[in-house]
């Protein structure tokens, strides 16, 4: 008997850590998964992109006062740049709108507008929760079905796999114009937002459904607008 629990131990002790092992592989590999589809929409340059319809933005936080914060500042930046190259014909501003005190996309729309876009080719999606809603919402709601990515490069990957998972078309160019205050816990939390979206593009995670009544990208964006 004495023998007995040591034994057992061990077999649960091996157990336990080919169980690991095994989850760590997985996870592994569906980060190489998400990269090596994702990195297939990656140019070098915004002149190496092909023209599309429309840039979608993905939100990435305010500062206290409203203004963009750098991570944002630059996507919109490069947005802007995008519109005035004539690469894309519109934008698609995607952040969290959930509360009255808590408005991504006003805040984008009002930069981009100040910045030269006409206010007819912006478009605004309030319920741009996560990168997956961001692109579900493009594809279900304003008919995209192809379209230039606009985010840093930590992200870039994962956002152009959830967009080809959704059935979106899509091409972008890192957009990182400065080092980045949270630029190492960004990147280390990517690992398990790409476990995320892999499940997500395989039925295997719940996914936001999407609601509200379609609305075309080729029509005027002040629609959008609250």
């Not at 698609?92 to 007819?120: F, I, K, T, Y």
């Amino acid at each position: 008997m004495p023998t007995t629990r040591p034994k057992r131990r061990r077999r649960l002790a091996i157990a336990a850590l080919v169980a690991v092992l095994a989850v760590g592989l997985a996870a592994a590999g569906m980060n190489a998964n998400v990269e090596s589809i994702g990195s297939t929409g990656v140019r070098a340059s915004v002149p190496a992109l092909d023209p599309a319809p429309v840039a979608i933005v993905l939100g990435a936080g305010l500062r206290t006062d409203g203004t963009p914060s750098d991570a944002l500042a630059d996507r919109l930046t490069q947005a802007v740049e995008l519109y005035r190259m004539r690469k894309v014909l519109k934008l698609l501003l995607s952040g969290d709108h959930g509360a009255d005190d808590h408005d991504e996309v006003n805040g984008m729309r009002r930069w981009v507008v100040e910045h030269g876009v006409a206010p007819q080719d912006v478009f605004c999606d309030h319920a741009g929760f996560s990168t997956w809603e961001t692109f579900a919402r493009a594809r279900g709601i304003f008919g995209v079905e192809r379209a230039i990515v606009v985010t840093q490069e930590f992200h870039l990957e994962r956002a152009l796999f959830t967009a080809a998972a959704n059935g979106i078309e899509a091409e972008g160019v890192p957009c990182d114009a400065r080092t980045y205050v949270n630029a190492t816990r960004y990147e280390m939390r990517e690992f398990g937002s790409r476990c995320k979206a892999w499940l997500q593009s395989h039925g295997l995670l719940p996914s936001s459904s999407v609601g509200g009544e379609p609305i075309s990208i080729d029509g005027d964006g002040r629609k959008t607008w609250d």
